[in-house]
Structure formats: structure tokens, C-alpha cells
């Protein structure tokens, strides 16, 4: 059984990132289609109340009593607080509809908020590695030419190259005598 480990800010960052792409292509063609299936549920909801009030209208020459014609107005009033409320839950789908995607955007900008703070941190701490790189770097070289200056100003105090060779040549020669048994000398 593998189990799911929540992505990391880089993997979300780039889902993100592929998802705003890939919306942009097909978001005007949404927000049309959306439109469109708006307008159709509102005219649908109108034609339905202009039935009901076609129906009313008919239904009033036929009433003559009084109890009958108050219950005919009660209802055209009834229609008339029916037709405002669809225009207020229309109006609260829409808000509704409006604060999900901003939820929804707010996730996805956290996440990359995220991402953004995460590089800033790798940014700085290479940028300080970087600085003190160059920080020893110009100090081992100052310290490079200071020996190199010494070593000019004190040319006495240096052996010559053949000097040491010789020297060196010298102490060979002194240790491989010593080595040699008394008896054969």
C-alpha cells in the first residue's frame, strides 16, 4: 500500500503553474459557456413566472366572489416575492460562486507565496556561501602575497636553489656513511 505524501512547494508551484497556463486558453471560452447557462436559467425562471402571472390574469374575470379575488391577489403577490427572490438567490449564486474562487486562489497564491519565500531562503543562503567563498578566497591570496613579499624582502636569509640541492646531496651522503658497519671501514 504506497502512501501519499503531500507535494512538496516545488511539485504544487509547478502544478499551479500548469493549471493558470492551461486556464488561460479555455477561460474566455468557460466564462462564455457560464454565461450563456446563466442567461437560459434566468429566461427559463421568467418565462415560467410570465406563464404563472398569463394564467392569473385569465383566472381573474372568472372570479367573482370576494374570498375568490383575495386569493387571486394573494398569489399575483405571491408571484411578484417569488420573482424578487429568484433575482436575489441569482445574485447570491453569483457572490457565492465569486467567494469559492477567491478560496480557491487564495490556496493556490499561498502556495506560491510558499515557493517564492523557500527560494528567497535558498537565494540568501547561497548568496552567503558565495560571500564567504570570496571572503577566503581574497584572504589566502592576501596571505599568498605577504609570504611572496617576505620571502622578496629577505633575500639573504633564503638559500639559493643549488644550495639546497647540494645540502640536501650532502646529507644523503653523510647518512649512507653512517650506515655502513665500523668493521668494514
Known sequence: CATSHPPTPQAAFAHLALAFRCDVFTLQQRVQVEKRARDAAEEN???????????????????????????????????????????RATSAAEKLGAVHQEARMSRAAEVMVQHVENLKRHHMREHAELEEMKR???????????????????????????????QQGAARRRVSIAVIPKQLL
Open 45 to 87: 425562471i421568467q418565462e415560467e413566472l410570465g406563464q404563472c402571472r398569463a394564467a392569473l390574469e385569465r383566472l381573474a374575470p372568472c372570479c367573482t366572489d370576494a374570498g375568490c379575488k383575495e386569493v387571486l391577489e394573494q398569489v399575483q403577490h405571491s408571484l411578484a416575492v417569488l420573482a424578487a427572490a429568484v433575482e
Open 136 to 166: 577566503l578566497i581574497q584572504q589566502n591570496s592576501r596571505n599568498r602575497q605577504l609570504a611572496e613579499t617576505q620571502d622578496d624582502a629577505e633575500p639573504r636569509l633564503r638559500p639559493h636553489p643549488l644550495m639546497r640541492t647540494f
